[in-house]
């Protein structure tokens, strides 16, 4: 079972950029532009994590 800390992003990325600008009084209107998307994360110890992204 995965624990709620697993975290596929890059080590270090805690959004810390995000609310600063938040903080910052910054118009983040357009974030809903972003590509997000999901991840399945590994099933064994040492496997990568697979990204799953398809065409919009």
């Known amino acids: 079972m995965l624990s709620v800390e697993y975290n596929p992003g890059a080590d270090g990325n805690a959004s810390d950029g995000i609310e600063e600008s938040q903080g910052l009084g ?31």
């Open 26 to 56: 910054e118009n983040l209107e357009n974030l809903n532009q972003s590509w997000w998307f999901a991840v399945a994360a590994p099933l064994r110890p040492g496997q990568e994590p697979m990204v799953l992204l398809t065409e919009r």
